[in-house]
């Protein structure tokens, strides 16, 4: 069973960057998609950007521009590479999996503000 694990969560300036890490437990970029959601207190988890098996991104209007979504095939990790960061990005970020036969989460991975 596929299991990820997002890390790299923490403080983020105005501004700044952050980089966050979806590491999965088996080599699956060619056969799954791959996604990042976030989810702000009392808001909806949404999605943030999506990455197919073949590699097409796509990434949602509020980050589209600041964020890029890297992966490195042979440490079967994710990355979620943040820039410039706006007062909305703060929240839990979660890692998913997925594809037809099921779809895998991860615990999160939180990212506050710094003053």
């Known amino acids: 069973q596929v299991q990820v694990v997002e890390s790299g969560g923490g403080l983020v300036q105005p501004g700044g960057s952050l980089r966050l890490s979806c590491a999965a437990s088996l080599s699956i970029f060619r056969f799954y998609g791959m996604a990042w959601y976030r989810q702000a207190p009392g808001k909806q988890r949404e999605l943030v950007a999506h990455i197919t098996s073949g590699g097409t991104t796509n990434y949602s209007p509020s980050v589209k521009g600041r964020f890029t979504m890297p992966r490195d095939s042979a440490k079967n990790t994710l990355y979620l590479q943040m820039n410039s960061r706006k007062p909305e990005d703060p929240a839990v970020y979660y890692c998913?999996?997925?594809?037809?036969?099921?779809?895998?989460w991860g615990q999160g991975t939180q990212v506050t503000v710094s003053s």
């Open positions: 998913n999996a997925h594809r037809s036969r099921g779809i895998y």
